[in-house]
């Protein structure tokens, strides 16, 4: 499968963004679809993630509340929707791909498919 993420872009503290992740080739009702970030200096990390049959979520704490992840099987996307956000959410986001088994959702390396990546800037 491939990923093509888009939609970053430089917002004011508070604001909202939403990000898209197209997703071509053949999925399965067992995959999962996840976005990462990674902020300069750091590690990439989880932040949230959709099954793509049945649409369950899971968020990490830094973001539940504030980011909603969504899917539109009809379209092949997933969104990530960013409200209130803040300076520190400033990071370059990743969607990416995997089957619902196979471990963590927080370890990168067992997700199988990656994105290129979106710059989202959130100024204070």
């Known amino acids: 499968v491939q990923l093509q993420a888009s939609g970053g872009g430089l917002v004011q503290a508070g604001g909202s963004l939403r990000l898209s992740c197209a997703v071509s080739?053949?999925?399965?009702?067992?995959?999962?679809m996840g976005w990462f970030r990674q902020a300069p200096g750091k590690e990439r990390e989880f932040a949230t993630a959709?099954?793509?049959?049945?649409?369950?979520?899971y968020y990490d704490y830094s973001v539940e509340g504030r980011f909603t992840i969504s899917r539109d099987n009809a379209k092949n996307t997933v969104y990530l929707q960013m409200n209130s956000l803040k300076p520190e959410d400033t990071a370059v986001y990743y969607c990416?791909?995997?089957?619902?088994?196979?471990?963590?959702?927080?370890?990168?390396?067992?997700?199988?498919?990656w994105g290129q990546g979106t710059q989202v800037t959130v100024s204070s």
């Open positions: 990416a791909a995997r089957f619902a088994s196979g471990g963590s959702y927080y370890s990168d390396y067992t997700w199988d498919s």
């Open positions: 080739g053949r999925t399965f009702s067992s995959y999962v």
């Open positions: 959709i099954r793509w049959g049945g649409g369950s979520t």
